[in-house]
């Protein structure tokens, strides 16, 4: 019984842990990367689609990214949906194929991406922490249906906490090495 509600939040905080790491490839850094762009939906034949299934996007050079649609009449739609999504990243197209420059990330913007970048971290900490919450909550309901003991209640604590703290230095260790990208010029 505790072993599976152990199991249970650590497999809540891996999940957690891996949303932050799509977190943080949303923000952007300097240089281009595909991920960028899996928030980018475009109508196809009037179903919005995630990008990369109407298109192959690759890395040209550091700091820019190719767009090539599988369909050319999906070109002026791939503009659209890239120029209304957040990122701020002007398409310019050559016949069938979209170059998306990365532009120059000012201290300013910089300054922002790291500021996000945290709220997403102090996100995934306190999904974290409801994890435990909840995980807490699940071995005191056992210890008051006399189901275990004392004992066994405060070794389960101490593992859950445990977990809880290996979880946390995670998000951590990604926040500091998200910030050290996003601070290299």
Do not use: C
């Not at 957690?16 to 240089?31: M, P, S, W």
């Not at 090539?68 to 069938?96: F, H, Q, R, Y």
Request: net charge negative; glycine share 6%; proline share 4%.
């Amino acid at each position: 019984m505790i072993n599976d509600i152990l199991k249970d939040a650590e497999g809540r905080m891996k999940k957690t842990l891996e949303a932050l790491g799509n977190n943080f490839n949303k923000i952007r850094t300097g240089r281009a990367h595909p991920s960028l762009l899996d928030t980018v939906q475009v109508s196809y034949y009037g179903s919005m689609t995630p990008l990369s299934q109407v298109a192959n996007i690759s890395v040209e050079d550091g700091r820019t990214l190719s767009v090539t649609p599988w369909e050319s009449n999906l070109v002026p739609e791939i503009e659209k949906a890239i120029m209304k999504s957040d990122l701020g990243l002007n398409p310019s197209t050559a016949g069938n194929v979209i170059r998306l420059p990365m532009p120059a990330l000012t201290e300013e913007t910089r300054k922002g991406f790291t500021k996000q970048a945290k709220a997403e971290a102090e996100n995934g900490r306190v999904a974290i922490r409801n994890s435990r919450r909840d995980a807490l909550a699940q071995i005191k309901s056992l210890l008051n249906d006399k189901e275990i003991g004392e004992d066994e209640e405060r070794r389960a604590q101490d593992e859950v906490q445990k977990i809880t703290d290996k979880y946390v230095a995670e998000v951590d260790a990604a926040l500091a090495a998200k910030e050290k990208d996003l601070m290299a010029i």
